[in-house]
């Protein structure tokens, strides 16, 4: 049990349609990042968030954005989805930048 | 090609035998992670090595992090089904300060036959 939730478990959406995915960090982490995991791929970056400012961006369009919010949760918004974006969606909080990283269960997204 | 090369890809081992998983990269690694993932899960936190030649054990999982900080390696020993999932490497090798993010090989998934 690492103390970082995420929510929805599970979510399908259409091509075309705009997401908001949640994640909750452990308390006093200030430090989030995003990753994309794809079937039988290790995860990749999206991006990373630090104390609420975007602190590294992954190759991934503009179309993924983000929030933190000083109550240690944060949210991936993806806009104009694409097939391709079917994923499992992990979030990992840090006590810091540089430190270890603990992921949530991840969010199963399904574009159709 | 992959920046984090991980070996084998999948490795099958008899219960109670001894195994081990290899993390290569051509770039230096700021901060070496394992991590062992269930399938459709998160990721759960195992080690962390940051220094050249550093060694550190968990149970029967012993990650050592060569001197160069090139190649890092996660040995089981007596491997019971709890080991069972997939072990992922991720690694700071970017910047050293964590702000790119992990890269991650693509994972090696061990089977424990009963």
Not at chain 1, 17 to 36: F, P
Not at chain 2, 78 to 84: E, F, I, L, T, V
Request: proline share 4%; net charge neutral; hydrophobic share 25%.
């Amino acid at each position: 049990e690492t103390g970082v939730t995420q929510s929805p478990t599970h979510l399908i959406k259409t091509r075309g349609q705009q997401v908001t995915l949640r994640c909750s960090s452990q308390s006093g982490h200030n430090t989030v990042s995003w990753y994309q995991q794809a079937l039988g791929q290790g995860p990749q970056f999206i991006f990373q968030y630090y104390r609420e400012e975007e602190n590294g961006r992954g190759n991934f369009p503009p179309r993924f954005s983000g929030l933190q919010f000083p109550n240690y949760s944060s949210e991936l918004n993806v806009n104009a989805l694409e097939l391709d974006d079917s994923a499992l969606y992990l979030c990992a909080s840090s006590l810091d930048r540089g430190y270890e990283q603990y992921f949530g269960p991840g969010t199963r997204l399904t574009v159709t | 090609s992959q920046e984090l090369e991980q070996s084998p890809q999948s490795l099958i081992v008899q219960e109670g035998k001894n195994l081990t998983i290899n993390c290569t990269s051509s770039k230096t690694l700021y901060g070496l992670y394992w991590y062992k993932q269930k399938y459709g899960e998160g990721l759960i936190f195992l080690m962390m090595l940051q220094k050249g030649g550093e060694e550190k054990s968990h149970e029967k999982i012993t990650a050592k992090l060569d001197e160069k900080k090139q190649q890092s390696s996660l040995h089981i020993t007596a491997s019971q089904p709890s080991h069972a999932g997939i072990y992922l490497c991720g690694a700071d090798i970017r910047s050293g300060g964590g702000a790119d993010g992990l890269t991650f090989g693509k994972g090696t998934h061990l089977i424990i036959q009963p």
